[in-house]
């Protein structure tokens, strides 16, 4: 099983930034920093096209690359697509799979499923995304939550999640400032259920082992609380990613929260 005391940083940089060139210092400060900072694991998830560059040249033991998605099939006829063994082959060790952006432009709940299969099949580490669009007062957002969960692990063995990560997103948090953030509170409570779900899947054990990390808005300001009082395992953090000082900031949020235990 995953160790839950790991702490994960993931950093989603979507389509940015524009040349390899920044990339590759982006890169090269992240890893400076990320080096110096024993609290935590971080993972940069570039643009795919970048990634065999920078997962060569920067990989460390406290700094990963991984990938924004993957396809489901190893090879064929799939124009634009990327196998998980390709990922693989090139160093990278994570991919982000149902990511609401993706989710956007068509993905359903049954291709992430397959999408997870593959990547954990090839060895990656999966981060699997899930996160409502809008709240209500009824609670149909943990109906919705129970149900991308429920299709994306469909058929998955218990023995298979020892790779596996969850990232919970709420959708109308994602791309806001820090004070759209979900708080500390309701992330811890977005926990539990996430690993009530395990629970009534897979047990007890895996339910208190899988690892869950909260994006949507992360910034320097909201960081060590949300992990700290969150009770989450990490963050996934999008365009405060792409600020080397906000994202150094991020990474010093984790040496803070390890420090108060
Ligand atoms: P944000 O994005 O940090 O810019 O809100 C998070 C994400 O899309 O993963």
Redesign the pocket.
């Known amino acids: 099983m995953a160790n839950v005391s790991q702490k994960y940083l993931i950093a989603?940089w979507?389509l940015y930034p524009a040349r390899l060139a920044e990339a590759k210092m982006l890169a090269g400060i992240a890893k400076k920093r990320a080096n110096r900072c024993r609290g935590v694991l971080t993972v940069i998830c570039p643009p795919a096209i970048y990634l065999a560059e920078l997962a060569g040249r920067y990989s460390s033991q406290r700094l990963s690359f991984g990938a924004q998605d993957c396809f489901f099939e190893e090879r064929g006829a799939f124009t634009g697509e990327i196998s998980a063994q390709m990922i693989k082959d090139v160093r990278g060790q994570y991919v982000?799979l149902g990511?609401?952006?993706r989710r956007a432009l068509g993905e359903t709940d049954e291709t992430v499923s397959k999408k997870v299969r593959a990547a954990l099949g090839a060895g990656l580490t999966a981060l699997l995304?899930v996160g409502e669009r809008e709240r209500d007062d009824e609670g149909r957002y943990l109906a919705f939550l129970d149900s991308q969960l429920g299709t994306a692990l469909a058929g998955l063995s218990r023995q298979k999640l020892g790779k596996l990560l969850i990232?919970y997103?709420p959708v109308w948090?994602?791309?806001?400032g820090a004070e759209s953030?979900m708080s500390p509170h309701d992330v811890h409570e977005i926990s539990l259920f996430i690993r009530k779900v395990f629970r009534e899947r897979y047990g007890e054990k895996v339910a208190f082992a899988v690892p869950i990390l909260y994006?949507?808005?992360?910034?320097p300001e909201n960081a060590a609380p949300i992990v700290r009082d969150g009770e989450v395992q990490g963050l996934?953090?999008?365009?405060?990613?792409l600020d080397p000082k906000a994202f150094g900031e991020i990474m010093g949020a984790f040496e803070e929260v390890g420090e108060g235990r």
């Open positions: 989603n979507k982000i990511h609401s952006e995304c990232a997103e948090a994602i791309g806001k953030a994006g949507g808005a992360v910034a996934l953090v999008g365009h405060m990613s």
